[in-house]
């Protein structure tokens, strides 16, 4: 079982749709594996979904 998942750019490619499909997944199996995730994202949409963010490029102040 694994403690981490690490996803980079999960949704980079996806369009609006898919992209949350897909975060919900994440979320899902990271629950219940009982993992911590590490998203790394270009997406304010996105890292505004996480608990906690680390705001590198200033994503979320821009993101509406």
């Keep these: 079982r694994p403690q981490l ?3 980079d750019e999960p ?3 996806l369009d609006p749709e898919a992209a949350a499909a897909t ?3 994440i979320d899902e199996v990271a629950c ?3 993992a911590t995730t ?3 994202t270009h997406d ?3 890292a505004k ?3 906690r963010q680390i705001d590198m ?3 979320l102040r821009r993101a509406t």
């Design 5 to 7: 998942i690490l996803a």
């Design 11 to 13: 949704t980079s490619a």
């Design 23 to 25: 975060m919900r997944l």
């Design 32 to 34: 219940a594996l009982g």
């Design 38 to 40: 590490i998203v790394i």
């Design 44 to 46: 304010g949409a996105v």
């Design 49 to 51: 979904r996480m608990a």
């Design 57 to 59: 490029m200033g994503l």
